[in-house]
């Protein structure tokens, strides 16, 4: 069906109402997103002509072939009566409002809400999310929640003539998660538009300066990099409070706005570094307003960070305590989150600004040894609302609850932690193996406070095999470890190593994995070994020995080797002593992976490098062997032109050859010094006639220096004398 044929409904539950400027290059896909709505439920298209025919770029044609009724405005700087041009000609029982540089993504969610009258009738508004992209590819944007759909009744209006709002919105709302692309602010100079807008504002002030909504919106948008424009916010601001709390203002509305005028004067004070200037004004001015959860969220973030550059810890607590149980609340009522939150400082209510702020109280309590603080605050993270934030605190948790003893504690959090499956996330056992590797932590201490808990998780398990106290136990717990299919994939690479150090095959725990998550778990062993590196030879040893070989052994081995030879920690004789190991680990995988002809000659370009360097590497080796030094240095030069970072290694072994070669000449030398002596003492022997003793000193001199013709000559002389 084309936007031509879309069908007109005669009884609409829904009014569109549309501002259309000039944005031929989002208007379309603006219609489109809205065609489903306009098609699938009772609804009408009313489009409000800002431009007018003859100064529009296109779009108001554009949008014309999918409305039921233009209504032309001519504009005077006043968007709320632009709005209410539309808003008024809207039969509706319910009004929802846009831009013509806007378009929704996927509308199935309204279509649904709006087809079912039990569900509708049961609210008084709906929000959608927002994204305002900060690139044109899209992928950098911030969320904004938008009530921008409500019941609409005879007194319904928008108010302000810059930054409009709907009055009233009634509740409750429906908070949906449809979201609306907005990519009008990319790319575009918006000097002109601030400007414009501030016009406005002030104008609107001088005819009425009890408008909070006008200040607060003033003060949101001014610049507040420097302190001159940030002195300029708390002036602004603090006028506009003033008027709010005036005698001539008999009716004082707007106290969400009056609230927020006081947050930027607290907030351009702590930019400012005037800690106790902040909490003044808070003293001051707060207890005037009864505040809802979002607002104390908002309080509660601003005089944390003041009390915390203070140094104030132990109140700066008590306002994050206070925090989390409000974004707590908020979390779990949507509804009224989207009713409290305001455009003022959204950034700083939600989940994830609750983790950062609890992760500021963690660092400090950890260098304090204050684990019980990082006790207490693990009971307000919001586990299973946000998991991907919050984890981030796990490891601190985890470490604190160790160190104080606390299986309590962590059976608490592992109840929380726990799937539908019953089983933990990864992220618990990676964070305990992490644990284990940190200085100060005992490794088999912390597999046994883990193996405490009354779980049957696979990791959990894993730590009671890990400190199993006799072969019988270990047998036992091995058996039900081989039953539940329990593998060495993360976070149970453990299980490998303890296989291994046990001599048993430990293929029943890789055969079934994945390539890539063998190949994570390999990451993972290795970084395991990284901080003993003078265990690895060892180590690798028993995996040849309790492991038949095959690529998925080989490729470990070489990341093992590769580990251990690459390593500025190693001596360079332990380096080369394992150069053969290394060089063998490297063709032998190479044979698993490539064709024969791929590795025979000169290795293919199409290898990896150090594939290349390996081969080059083991050929050199058996040169050596074979004491042929001219291709034993050619095989090492090819290798390092193939893998730059063998460098190091490849200089070290000429070095010590040449070093070899060096004091070779060196000892040729001294003998021959010494055999220049001693020819000189036969020759003198001879001269007088003495016969005793010299063919001994002849002979033992043809051992010292066997090519020399003077000993043959002596030898002549000798014989002559007898």
């Keep these: 069906m084309s936007q031509m044929e879309r069908i007109k409904w005669s009884q609409p539950i829904l009014t569109i109402s549309l501002l259309v400027s000039n944005h031929l290059d989002s208007v379309q896909k603006c219609m489109e997103s809205l065609l489903p709505l306009l098609n ?52 509706g029982k319910w009004f929802l409002f846009l831009d013509d540089d806007e378009w929704f993504d996927d509308v199935s969610e309204l279509i649904a809400f709006f087809n079912n009258e039990k569900e509708y009738s049961k609210y008084g508004s709906l929000s959608y999310i927002r994204r305002n992209y900060h690139n044109l590819e899209g992928t950098n944007y911030s969320k904004n929640i938008e009530t921008r759909c409500v019941r609409l009744t005879e007194i319904t209006e928008f108010k302000s003539p810059i930054h409009e709002y709907l009055s009233p919105i009634y509740i409750p709302t429906k908070a949906t998660n449809v979201f609306m692309h907005h990519f009008g602010y990319v790319g575009k100079n918006l000097d002109g538009k601030l400007e414009r807008n501030e016009s406005i504002m002030r104008e609107g002030l001088e005819s009425n300066p009890y408008d909070m909504h006008l200040w607060a919106q003033l003060v949101a948008g001014m610049g507040k990099n420097t302190k001159k424009q940030r002195d300029t916010v708390f002036e602004t601001a603090q006028e506009g409070l003033n008027n709010f709390f005036a005698e001539e203002n008999k ?42 959860q979002y607002q104390r969220c908002v309080l ?44 003022y400082f959204r950034n700083i209510v939600n989940v994830e600004m609750g983790i950062k702020m609890i992760m500021k109280i963690f660092i400090k309590a950890m260098v304090e040894k204050n684990y019980r603080t990082v006790i207490h605050f693990a009971r307000y993270v919001p586990w299973k609302d946000d998991f991907s934030n919050t984890a981030r605190l796990l490891g601190t948790i985890l470490e604190a ?27 618990f056992g990676r964070d305990i193996v992490i644990l284990k590797q940190k200085d100060g932590i005992e490794a088999v201490q912390l597999a046994a406070f883990v193996a405490r808990l009354n779980s049957d998780d696979a990791f959990v ?77 060892v180590f690798a040893r028993r995996i040849e020995s309790a492991w038949p070989k095959s690529q998925r052994r080989e490729s470990l081995l070489q990341m093992l080797y590769h580990e251990f030879i690459f390593s500025a920690e190693v001596l360079p004789e332990n380096i080369e002593e394992q150069l053969p190991f290394y060089a063998r680990s490297i063709v032998s995988c190479a044979q698993y992976l490539y064709h024969e002809e791929l590795l025979s000659g000169e290795p293919s370009n199409l290898l990896p490098a150090e594939t290349r360097f390996g081969i080059f590497l083991s050929r050199a080796l058996e040169e050596q062997q074979e004491g042929n030094y001219s291709l034993y240095f050619a095989n090492l030069r090819w290798g390092l032109n193939c893998y730059e970072d063998s460098k190091i290694i490849v200089d ?69 004398l007898l």
């Design 40 to 91: 699938q439920i009772p609804s009408e298209l009313i489009v409000v002509d800002t431009v007018g025919a003859a100064r529009s770029d296109g779009s108001l044609q554009v949008a014309t072939e999918y409305a039921d009724l233009v209504v032309p405005y001519e504009w005077n700087n006043d968007f709320a009566a632009a709005r209410n041009a539309g808003l008024k000609k809207g039969r």
């Design 652 to 720: 070290h072994l000429v070095k010590k050859y040449q070093g070899l070669e060096t004091k070779q000449k060196q000892i040729v030398a001294e003998m021959q010094r010494l055999g220049n002596q001693v020819k000189a003492q036969i020759l003198d022997m001879i001269r007088q006639g003495k016969t005793e003793g010299v063919l001994s000193m002849i002979n033992q001199l043809k051992e010292l220096l066997p090519e020399d013709r003077d000993v043959d000559r002596l030898h002549v002389l000798y014989k002559r």
């Design 300 to 343: 509660d973030q601003l005089i944390f960070v003041t009390l915390l550059s203070r140094e104030e810890f132990p109140q700066a607590a008590s306002y994050l305590e206070d925090y989390m149980l409000n974004i707590r609340w908020l979390v779990t009522h949507q509804s009224d989150f989207v009713n409290q939150s305001s455009f």
């Design 251 to 292: 009716i004082p509305t707007n106290k969400s706005d009056a609230f927020t005028l006081m947050c930027y004067m607290i907030q351009a004070r702590m930019l400012n570094d005037c800690w106790q200037e902040a909490i003044d004004i808070k003293d001051e001015y707060a207890g005037e307003f009864k505040l809802n």
């Design 461 to 537: 398990l894993l730590q009671r095999l890990l400190i199993a106290r006799n072969n019988g136990e270990f047998d036992v717990l091995l058996r039900t470890i081989k039953k539940k299919n329990v593998t060495c994939t993360l976070p149970n690479e453990e299980l490998f190593v303890e296989l291994v150090n046990r001599g048993i095959n430990p293929a029943f725990t890789i055969d079934k994995v994945s390539q890539e998550d063998w190949y994570r778990a390999s990451l993972a062993i290795v970084h395991k070994m990284s901080s003993k590196k003078d265990e690895i030879p």
């Design 401 to 427: 609850l160790f160190l104080e003893d606390d299986l309590k504690g962590l059976q608490q959090l592992h109840d929380m932690l726990l799937n539908d499956d019953g089983q933990l996330p990864d992220i």
